[in-house]
């Protein structure tokens, strides 16, 4: 006697009856094949997970976890079938577009005022602590809306919310853009059990994505001023933050001290500490951050100190130095610029690999750079340490050779800022700027 | 007449020749910083001979200089004393009281007047160099037996000798004591002794440059140095009257009181009682609060009143010295752990992690109440809010929220938070604030007495404190000497409508509480060019002028 295979909204119906009809093995194996086709975040998917648990086993739920995982990993999402069989569709779908690099700022916006309306969620934008960029203050503005949604259906303090959404946030670490980012995080600086170690863990997981770690940045620095300025809710984690950042004292001190003026600088106080503990990323992400004007020029300066040069390339080196002759002029009036300048030529003399160094310093191009840096930045400390870089990785017999005469502009900085430059400079060094 | 017109700076121009004196001399090289971030730049000061300097700008300061011997550590003293004191570097020498187990209270003390004994039947007291000296130094205090600890105990405590029926009074000293605990003969210095000293450093080994120049120094057993004489008893002693002056910025006085606190805390015992010391392992388990940033589980001892007020003496020193106008938080953050490691009693399974490094642990843990109070800041500052009667209610949900992770919220802060949401308190603040805003004082004094009455203890002690941070904002200082003080004694007493007699017996500090108004009155010494400070908390000029002219305007007013 055979039975024609009802459809998925017909089964989760009947189901008893179905097991009666054609016993539980062939009844649970259909469950999960039907439910392993619906629709991602269809509703019914935690009806099915209802049913395989009461009726069928643990075995068929791992089944229908294996096949909803496969198709998970297919659709790109970031989502876990653990997730959604543990806190529902509903949130697991609003928690697969925060995080889903793909789902666009203005569709999550579109669902956020949903859940807004739905939730009771009051929150109006202006009244929030403004960022001067109006991208990110949406960003900041849907991640209020986000994290209190949360906080309101009791999600953070629901035990396996944090791992399990960590372990998510794992999954698209390497790809989650800056907005996402300030988004997808601001919930977990409200969780009450959030530990020194967890933060750790979530900025290893986008250690190796420049945007991640900056809108880590912006989302925690927004958390402490609209604390500190007493215009949030709740309390951050302000306290494993910090020691998940290895602050000392004095650093704290500034972090406290631009948070409670509100200055949107702590952005970069607590990017340049996570660049330099936790970044792995290459360095040209950090590059292209700064040139995409994320950061603006003295920030970035202070970013490229705290920046590791190990895996520095040649095009790395380059593209640091030319930005640092385009904002000479602009920052040359500014206090700690020289200083700034040169230790970050001491620190690519020291981090970079030395074969790097040395085949830039070979390139011509190389050359006008530094050349083009002394006459932009003419400065006795700036061109001590382009001496020691040059004297020590420029190999003598592959100088480029001198094609014209001595620059004059050069000439003239060199002498107005250091009168015994001949005897002061390395020989290499005077050689490589084309001199006599 | 220009009275102390810059005296201050001077004076702090002539420690810096001092440290730079030292320096220059090549007494102790140490090139160690101690690294101060202060709203006015970042100023560095050597680190041992920085904070041996800090000890004498304190009144009566006892100072513990903690390693090994052979590093210098008391030339460093004995030197900085002939800078600073301009004694003679012999009489210093003389008056080192240098310790071992057989030193008994004669020889630290001081011994009968045989001769007047046995003609007279007199029992007189000679005291011993040690104890009558300003510039006092032990050396190698671990090896004091208990007996004589407990000699050194009153001194320290009380600033009090007895002997037979004699007591020697020290009012005005500056101690140091070295230690070398590896040395053989070692007493263990006991918990209350250790308590009083307000600060200490360890003294490490000079850095390798440091040793490289050393090497090439001439002997300074064949060859003496001469050590010129900066600054003078009488000056250094002016300078603690300006210490003592110095106000502390409102954010640094809650931390210190916060470092205090958080120390001292435990969810499951109270470790006044000691039970902690025993069994604090066993305790923390299963404890709330032990896997949060707490730092509760590392000490077993709290922390005492004293090291709160040497935190808050040492911090204003090293304002001072740095030329700031108040203490500020960064400035209490960086003494700290030198003032509080020393005094407690850490849990071992912690310190094992530090290398058993007690100096590196309480500096951990120094850092881990400063990511706590930052955290907790707001909420404070809510409270602070609320006592002052501005209630938010989104703030107070906050203060009940945070009792189940922080202590100082569940026990010192929300417990009290109702008792200022009740009516009357809110209204008798308000009342208070807009009598303020207007200046009426005799209205602000009707409020202060209604209020005796209308609320309880705890609301009108927090009401009081709320008028006084008020004035504490209007702080005007009154600089004058002691001569002009006590030639007008009489006068400023009709004035101030107070006995002011006290302060001819100095040091003292003298808290004039007016009803609407406050002054303090610095009095270290009774040089007659000594400088007396006047705090005067007020919201209305005229006391001012009143103190001025029953001065004969022999006064600075700032």
Redesign the interface.
Known sequence: MSYEMPDLDALIKNFEEYIAKVGKRKACRQLVELGGVSELFDEKIERVFELLSEFCGGLYVAKFKQTLRARLLAYGSPITPEFISTFGITISQVISNVLDPNVSLTTLKRDFDKIAERHKINIRKEALVGLSSPTLSDAIFLSEVFWHFLNKIGMLDHPEFLPMYSSCLKRIGDKITVEKTIISVRPLFYV?SV??NFFEDVLRSLSNNFDGLLGFSISAAYSMIS??L?KG????????L??ALAM???E?????ERAFLGDESLVYLILNKIVSTYYRGPIFKVIDGILSGKLRAQNAIELLLHTPYTTASIQNIRQTLEFIVRVSEKLLSEKGFERQVFNLITKIAFEARPAIIRRFLETDEGRVLLIELIKKLPSRLVLVALNRLISTYAPMDRIPGRRSGEDPELLETLNSIMPNWRYALDIKTVKYLNLK | MVYMLGEEDLLRKKLFLALEALDREKIFLHTKFLEIEAPNGVFRIPLVAGFVLLNALVGNGAMLLWGGYGYGKTMLIKYLGRLLTSTPLEEIEASILRANPQLIEEKIVGRLHLGRLIKEGEEEVVWRRFIKSFWKIIDEINRLSPSAQDVILSLLGEGIVKYFDSVFVSRKYVLYATLNPRDVGTFPLSMPLLDRFGIAVVVKSPLLDDMNEIVLLPDDKVLKKSIPAVLSIDELVNVWAYVEAMPIEPVAQMFISVLAKEISLCDRVDKETGIFVEVGPKICTGCPFENLDTVCKYVYTPLSVRAQKDLAKYSKALAWLLGLKSVPLSVVVTIAPYVIWHRLRFSDKYLEEFGFDRFRFAKHIVESVLRTFLQRLPLLQAYEDLKAGNVDPRMINMIKNARNDDLIIRYEVAPLVDLFLEDAYIRLVGELKSSIESQKRTEIEEILEKAKSELNPIQYSALIRFYVSKLRRNRRKIVTRFGVWRQHLDDLSKVLNADLSGTLNPPTTTRIDRKSEILEVIVIDDRDNAPVIINVYTLWDDIIDKITNALGGQCQVS
């Open positions: 009450k530990s020194v604390y500190m007493q809710s709740a309390i951050p984690s302000i306290s494993s910090l020691a000392d004292s004095s704290m001190l500034a972090v406290y």
